[in-house]
Each structure stands twice: as C-alpha cells, then as structure tokens.
C-alpha cells in the first residue's frame, strides 16, 4: 500500500486557481466607511498594488512568477500522505489521504502565502511589513519569507499565545523578525484597549488593528500590512496544496475525493486544499466540502452572513462574511489560530452557496482524536490542524458504520511541536470544552447592528 507520494518539481503547478471566477454569484465588494464598495487606491497604503490587483481579480488562473516558485521548492511539493495506521486503528474502509503542509520550515501551511506576499512587496519596494499572529504560525511564516526576501518584520501576537507559546516568539526572533505581545502599548489601538481591558487575553481582531496602524503611520511610507488569511489574495496562494493533490491522487490511481476536509480560522488552509475541488463539485461532481471550526468560536455555524470589519478598531473596509462581530474575544483555547471571529469572504460566499457543509467541534474532541493521530501515525499535530483530524475520524467512522469505501481528504495544516502546553493541559485532565453561550454571541453581534446588511445571493444549485 501506497503510504506517501511525492509529486516532481518539474511538476509543480504553475498558477494558482481563482475560486472567484467560478463562483455562481459574483463576489460582493469590500464597503468603505461611507457604505460604498471601496476601489484599490483607498487601499494602498495598507497593501501593495499587486497584491491589491490579485486581491479584485476575476481571472481563474493567475501565473506564480517563477521567483516564488524557487522560493517555494525549498520544501514544495509537499507530500500527500495516507494515514493506514489511523484507518486500521479504526478499521474503517475509508482511505484517509492528507497533504502534510508540516514539512515547510516554519512547519505550517502559512509561508506558501507568505514568500509570495513578501516577494511581491519587494518587487513594489517595501522595506517592512508588519503583521499579526494567533498561535504563532502565520508571525514564524512571515519572519521565515522575510529573511529570504531581507525585509524587515514586525509582529503583533495575540497576548494569550505569547504566554503559551514563548518558542513561537524565539522562531521568529531567529529568523529576524520583531515579535510584541498584543494588545500592546505601542499603538493608539492597543492602548485604548488596554485602559478598558487591562488583563485582555487580546484577539486577533485586536493584534490586527495594531499591525495595520503600525503599517500606516510609517512616515517614510515604506511599510505595509501582511494577512496571513481571510482576503482573496491568500486563498488563492494557498490553492497550490489542493493543486498539487489533485495530482498526486491521480498518480496514484485515485477518483476524485468522496470526502474534502480542513480547519478554518480566516479559512486559509481550508480553501488551499478544498478551492481546486469546489470548481469540481461546480461542474457536478459529488464532494462532501467540510470547513471545520471549534465550538468555542462557530463562525460558520452559528453567526449571520454580514458586512464587518476584519478587526476591533475598524481599520479594514466592510467585508461580506460570516462574522461573530469585530468586537468579539473568543474563549481562550489552545487553538489560537481558529480564534478569529470572521471568515474569508471566499469561504463565507461558498458557503452561501451552499456548496460547504460546515461543522464545528468541541476541543475534548479534537485533542483525543489528535492523540489518537500522534499514537497511530506519530506525528504531533497543531491544536488547529486537530479539528480537521477529528472531523476525518468522524467521516471514517460514518463509513465504517454505512460500510462504504470512502476517499477522504483533509489538510494537515502543520505540526504541533511549539503547542505542547495544550497537550499537557488535555493530557493531566485539566483541558475543558467551551461552547459560546447564546447570551454572550448575542452581546458580540451587536457591534454589527448599524452596518449594511449583504444580501444572501445563491444560485440555489446546492
Ligand atoms: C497550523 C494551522 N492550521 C490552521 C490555522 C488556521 O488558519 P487558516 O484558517 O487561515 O488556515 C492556523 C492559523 O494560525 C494554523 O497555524
């Protein structure tokens, strides 16, 4: 049996795919302050204007300048893998296939948007970027690319994982770049936030607000803003996991996957791996497309399709996205990747469309089937990649009950080897589930009671 297959380099692919130009409705645009859809000048301080052109492209194939790809061969292809000890742990008929996105040196599925991001703000003369990080992963990818590009790096990490992951901060200091516990005192946005909340385990949406003011108020105009998920420009880096799957199934004989899974924090992984297989099921194939979330912060599952802003002081436009509210601080899980309280634009019109079937799981859950995962196949997952593994299991074990041989799919989005403390609080007995409370969702959405409401535009195909 086939337990790993390495796709050449020579066939790498060449584009990433657009999920935009397939989707059966046109994507809504991005509100301004005013209500109107914003145009790429207004957002050029944040970003640079090729970025911002591949971020409002409609055109399916968008060509990887072959810069990036040398910068992406230092570990891509990155293997498809079978998991036949889990699949015998269970004995499912399933075949379990995942694409193992730890093997890039930052360990995660992020420096496959970050080397293009950096490339590209060099190519238009940026000096810095500055960004913010959850668990760690995206802050260690963007100090990885911008050591190879020579850039400069600064990064916002959510206060609750700076705690928990000290090794994260030390990754990045290694690699050259600059890491503050967010909310920090260092812009008018974390020190707002600290007077009202000084003991706050900080949010994404927080540490996002910092990194774009940090970005904006550059006086040599020399620093931009990098997203490590949720915009379009992101989910399309990423489609070269899916890509390079497709391919690799084939090499090996396989159908089209029954089953497609990922986690989905802002929905960067998930779209990689699942964006290539949504043109399929587009053109009628039947796949199963799960986007799974923690219980503790159910975008997808429970809050409302809205315009909100991507972070707490409302510096980024209105985006049509499911969306907890931006003033929303999650529970603080050991996920902390998947503690954000929106979703990628992308993700969320797919998800309209009907063409997702999204899920959220409990973290008891995730952390058995994530031990389970580490005694059967060995490798130690990230708290967030966990969520996708107990979403598998739970496919595998629906086959097995249905006796169905399924092909199922999912992205093992990267390694958990600086996220040990989750694994010591699940395994002394002290982890616990937090599903959000009806009552404090409700006070969260309110921040998003004066902004436009997007209508739910679907094709009603699905
Ligand atoms: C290993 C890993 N998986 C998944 C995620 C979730 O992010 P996204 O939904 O953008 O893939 C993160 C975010 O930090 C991560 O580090």
Redesign the pocket.
């Known amino acids: 049996m086939t337990v790993k297959v390495f796709l050449d380099e020579k066939d790498i692919p060449r584009q990433w795919y657009n999920l935009a130009a397939d989707l059966p409705t046109p994507m809504l645009p991005p509100l301004g302050p005013d209500g109107n859809p914003v145009n790429p000048e207004m957002l050029a301080p944040v970003f640079p204007m090729n970025l911002i052109e591949q971020e409002v492209s409609t055109e399916r194939w968008i060509d990887i300048p072959e810069e990036v790809l040398d910068l992406l061969y230092r570990w891509r292809p990155s293997p498809l893998r079978r998991a036949k000890y889990l699949e015998e742990a269970l004995g499912t008929p399933a075949k379990i296939y995942y694409k193992d ?1 730890g093997v890039s040196p930052p ?4 420096p496959n948007t970050a080397v293009a991001q950096a490339w590209y703000n060099k190519q238009f003369g940026i000096k810095k970027l500055t960004t913010e ?3 760690g ?2 802050g260690s990818a963007l100090s990885f690319a911008c050591a190879l590009l020579g850039l400069e790096c600064k990064v916002y990490m959510v206060r609750i994982s700076f705690d928990q992951k000290p090794f994260r901060r030390l990754m990045m200091e290694t690699w050259g770049g600059q890491c503050l516990p967010s909310p920090s005192e260092t812009t008018n946005a974390g020190r707002e936030i600290l007077k009202l909340h000084p003991e706050t385990p900080g949010s994404l949406g927080i540490a996002i607000s910092e990194a774009i003011e940090a970005a904006v108020t550059d006086p040599k105009g020399e620093t931009r803003y990098s997203l ?3 915009l379009n420009h ?1 989910m399309l880096h ?1 489609t070269i996991i899916g890509l390079e799957a497709k391919k690799q199934l084939k090499m090996i004989g396989e159908k089209l996957p029954d089953v497609v899974i ?9 779209a ?1 791996l699942s964006f290539p297989f949504v043109a399929d099921k587009i053109n009628g194939a039947n796949i199963r497309i799960v986007p799974v979330e923690p219980t503790s912060c159910p975008t997808l599952t429970r809050a409302p399709f809205a315009y909100d802003h991507g972070d707490v002081a409302k510096m980024t436009p209105l985006l049509p996205m499911y969306s907890l509210g931006h003033t929303f601080v999650p529970p603080p899980i050991h ?4 503690r ?1 309280h929106g979703m ?1 634009p992308l993700v969320s019109q797919a998800t309209v469309e009907g063409l997702l079937e999204p899920e959220s799981i409990p973290q008891l859950e995730c952390y058995e089937s994530a031990v389970l995962w580490s005694r059967t196949e060995g490798t130690i997952s ?1 708290p ?2 966990s969520h996708a593994i107990a979403a598998a299991i739970r496919e595998a074990k629906k086959a097995k009950e249905e006796g169905k041989e399924k092909v199922i799919l999912f992205n093992w ?2 390694h958990g080897l600086m996220d040990l403390t989750g694994y010591q609080a699940y395994l002394s007995g002290r982890l616990e589930d937090f599903a959000l409370p009806e009552h404090e969702m409700q006070e969260s959405l309110k921040s998003m009671a004066d902004l436009p409401k997007p209508p739910m535009n679907k094709s009603g195909k699905w």
């Open positions: 996105e360990g995660s599925h992020k990080t959850g668990a992963q995206w490590g998920s949720v992101v990423q990922g986690c989905a924090g802002g929905g960067s992984n998930f990689g996920a902390g990747g998947l954000y990628a990230a967030e990649t989005s990267g």
